[in-house]
């Protein structure tokens, strides 16, 4: 079997070795997931709640330990790793305590002319979920998807990235422990052949999270078996800074929400726009606060090194395409050395650019001066990516937040959405579709199941061969009355 070794982004020495499961590791991991899922089922909410809050607590006790196994694998700072983990608790909380609540049987009303009917809803678990992660966030991701499966009643076959296999390796068995009867949560590992070995695996549902351009692939494999698929995809995300912002605040969340994680975050600020009337004073706080940053591979650096190296390339191209067009450099410069990139605070950028319309995904921030919020909400409008944003305004916060087309906004703040578990969380567009988090990332790995009984038999006998001329024209007098007259 061919191995895949996984390297430190940042001193290029091998971290871990990993299989590469092929299409029979796979099928054979989704058909004991089958009979896992239905035992997982059977058990019900409560006891899946106890066990996924027992997952929660050992995540809690040895976070630092998964902490570096994150820094090791993608690189990225310790305290980043750790802020990350600790993101995912509140998740694992809220999904097991609201799941009876969200999916759980209730009645739903039959309205006054079926009064002899009665009806029940409930929300069943799919069966075997694929989940397909990226390395960015290696935890947070992916379990955006798997916790809220799981909680449903769901099993998982997790395909991780393959830069962060020992990421997917060490929560499995950490899972394992707490449900030892069947495989629950199991790990195949791999490349994209075995990503895509999945998606044809005959799963219930393939839960992606990755590039658009993959998102399209996966999209194609899942049509052929009508596999249903929540993509959750790249962004392009604007932070907007109206005239009446706190701007301290505002240029420390722009600093941080775009260069954090070396910038590649889906949720990053790539692109700001600063209302004109204070564009100058926001300008100088920005240049301060990327001046200070520095990326590197020692442990003082803020800012870790790219995990992809193909992604390099990409955020030279967008750096260069700016500057062709006319860009400026006003904080930091985007040097390369090896897998390091330095932060970059760039400025008269065309629209047209690659580095306003493509995914940037490295340490990059471009700012945009506009004549007011209407120009700084057309502008965040007119990308095809839709995924979230951030508005900084003391008193029109949630009135500009409204109009901005994309899955999340934080008003006031970045990222914030992120931690509030009852929030869903998706995109719109080429960010994709479907959404984890929340009720609504409950249902994602559900399908609604209405059960309609008749309580008494109808008084206008209609579904029947035996139906008469005169209830026709009952029929006939009740249409007239109840709708004939809006
Ligand atoms: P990729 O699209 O390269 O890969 C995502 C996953 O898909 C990986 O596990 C990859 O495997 C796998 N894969 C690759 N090819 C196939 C295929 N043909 N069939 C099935 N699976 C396949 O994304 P990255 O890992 O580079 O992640 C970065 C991207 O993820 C960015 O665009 C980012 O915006 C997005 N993202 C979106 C989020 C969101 O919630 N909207 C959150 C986080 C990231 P392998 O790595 O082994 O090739």
Not at 244 to 271: H, K, M, P, T, Y
Not at 431 to 448: N, W
């Amino acid at each position: 079997m061919t191995v895949l070794e996984v390297r430190n982004p940042g001193t290029r020495g091998v971290v871990g070795s990993y299989p590469v499961h092929g299409e029979a590791e796979v099928g054979a991991a989704v058909d004991r997931a089958r009979v896992a899922a239905a035992w997982w089922d059977g058990i019900g909410f409560r006891e899946r709640r106890k066990r996924l809050d027992e997952f929660r607590g050992v995540i809690a006790r040895r976070i630092d330990e998964l902490a570096r196994l994150v820094s090791d694998e993608m690189g990225k700072p310790h305290g980043d790793a750790y802020l990350e983990i600790a993101l995912v608790l509140d998740h694992l909380a809220w999904a097991g305590r609201n799941a009876p609540k969200t999916l759980g049987r209730r009645r739903t009303g039959t309205g006054a002319l079926n009064a002899n009917l009665g009806s029940t809803l409930e929300y069943r678990p799919l069966g075997v979920v694929g989940v397909i992660g990226p390395w960015n966030y290696p935890v947070f991701t992916p379990m955006g998807s798997i916790v809220y499966a799981l909680a449903a009643g769901n099993a998982i076959v997790f395909k991780p990235s393959e830069y962060t296999p020992g990421v997917g390796a060490w929560l499995v068995d950490a899972f394992s422990r707490i449900v030892p009867e069947q495989p629950v949560f199991q790990l195949v590992t791999g490349d994209g052949a075995t990503g895509a070995a999945l998606c044809r695996a005959g799963v219930d549902k393939v839960a992606f999270t990755g590039s658009t351009a993959t998102a399209k692939r996966v999209m194609a494999v899942c049509a052929e078996t009508l596999t249903p698929l929540v993509a959750e995809c790249g962004g392009k995300d604007a932070l907007l800074v109206d005239a009446d912002a706190d701007l301290e605040a505002a240029a420390d969340a722009a600093a941080w929400g775009g260069i954090a994680n070396a910038g590649q975050s889906c949720i990053g600020v790539e692109r700001i726009y600063a209302h004109a009337a204070v564009y100058d004073v926001f300008e100088r706080l920005l240049i301060d606060r990327v001046s200070g940053l520095r990326a590197g591979t020692d442990p003082d650096a803020l800012v870790g090194p790219i995990t992809m190296p193909s992604q390099v390339d990409v955020i030279e191209s967008h750096l260069a395409d700016a500057l062709a067009q006319g860009g400026r450099v006003l904080a930091g410069g985007g040097e390369t050395v090896g897998h390091v990139v330095q932060p970059v605070l760039l400025t008269d950028v065309p629209e047209t650019s690659a580095a306003m319309r493509e995914e940037t995904f490295g340490p990059t921030l471009v700012l945009r001066k506009v004549r007011d919020m209407d120009e700084a909400v057309e502008l965040t409008n007119a990308s095809r990516y839709h995924l979230a944003a951030s508005v900084f305004s003391k008193r029109d916060g949630e009135r500009i937040a409204a109009r901005i087309r994309s899955g999340m906004v934080a008003v006031n703040s970045v990222f914030s959405f992120a931690a509030v578990a009852s929030a869903p969380f998706g995109g719109v567009g080429e960010s994709g579709f479907g959404r984890i988090h929340g009720e609504d990332g409950l249902r994602e790995f559900c399908y609604a199941h209405a059960v309609v009984r008749q309580r008494f038999k109808p008084p206008l006998p209609l579904m029947t061969f035996r139906r008469t001329t005169t209830s026709e024209q009952r029929l006939a007098r009740i249409v007239a009355l109840v709708h004939g007259r809006t």
